[in-house]
């Protein structure tokens, strides 16, 4: 993923692009993570639980989108940018040690980062690594497709990016015993998709959760993905930034 490795690109943002695609995680809730919300005592990854997402407009945080806890494994390729930005990137960026209350990725003043900010600065960092435009919330529809593309279950990363119960049996799931088949899901991601070993995908299939590449009479809107079977309309070729990763191990 060349967004979280390009030299070109700030480290502050690279690391924050990493913990978005291998995270899953919308840029309102990467917006209010916190260090003390990263259990690095768990195993047999790093956990990062979220309670809330920042909501730019009311400049507060808040409950998360669907007011579900999000318990996120920590890739080891993002727990080794994470130790890189807490021993000595963190200080760099904010002329100062980071605390435990402390934002992970905080603006350069310390606040939050607002979603129209980082869209912006998004949208520019593209254009440096020469990649088309694509919807502020790729990070999670590409976390979920590279894991699903390689055998992870769909039960598990729903867990990871969707928790709210859906159905009665959704309320006797235990996350401390799903916990292992959780970073089995993660794992199933492989370090190859961020050294640059894998092959782009010519032609992603559609999956049923899309972006705003649903077109309405014409009108195409920066919103989370929808379901078609709620929207309607037709579909352009997804972009996205899912990567070819049969094969590797």
């Given at each position: ?46 956990r990062l639980t979220l309670e809330t997402a920042f909501n730019s407009p009311m400049r507060l945080e808040k409950g998360t989108k669907t007011s579900a806890t999000l318990h996120v494994p920590i890739h080891p390729v993002l727990q080794k940018m994470l130790e890189a930005w807490w021993a000595e990137g963190w200080a760099l960026f904010m002329t100062r040690p980071p605390q ?150």
């Amino acid at each position: 993923m060349i967004l979280t490795t390009d030299l070109r690109i700030p480290e502050d943002r690279r690391f924050l692009y990493a913990l978005r695609f291998l995270g899953g995680l919308r840029p309102c809730e990467s917006a209010s993570a916190r260090w003390s919300d990263l259990d690095r005592t768990k195993h047999p990854l790093w956990r990062l639980t979220l309670e809330t997402a920042f909501n730019s407009p009311m400049r507060l945080e808040k409950g998360t989108k669907t007011s579900a806890t999000l318990h996120v494994p920590i890739h080891p390729v993002l727990q080794k940018m994470l130790e890189a930005w807490w021993a000595e990137g963190w200080a760099l960026f904010m002329t100062r040690p980071p605390q435990a209350g402390d934002l992970l990725f905080p603006r350069w003043d310390g606040a939050h980062r607002l979603v129209s900010g980082t869209y912006k600065q998004f949208k520019a960092d593209l254009a440096t690594v020469d990649l088309p435009h694509q919807h502020k919330y790729e990070s999670r529809s590409t976390f979920r497709n590279l894991a699903l593309s390689v055998g992870a279950s769909e039960f598990h990363v729903n867990l990871i990016t969707h928790p709210k119960p859906k159905r009665a049996s959704d309320y006797y799931t235990r996350l401390e015993m799903q916990w292992p088949r959780m970073c089995e899901a993660v794992l199933a991601i492989a370090p190859a998709a961020w050294d640059g070993t894998a092959a782009q995908v010519s032609d992603p299939e559609v999956t049923i959760e899309v972006t705003n590449r649903v077109t309405i009479e014409g009108e195409t809107k920066e919103n989370p993905p929808i379901s078609l079977g709620i929207v309607g309309g037709t579909l352009e070729r997804e972009k996205g930034f899912e990567l070819d990763l049969s094969g590797l191990t």
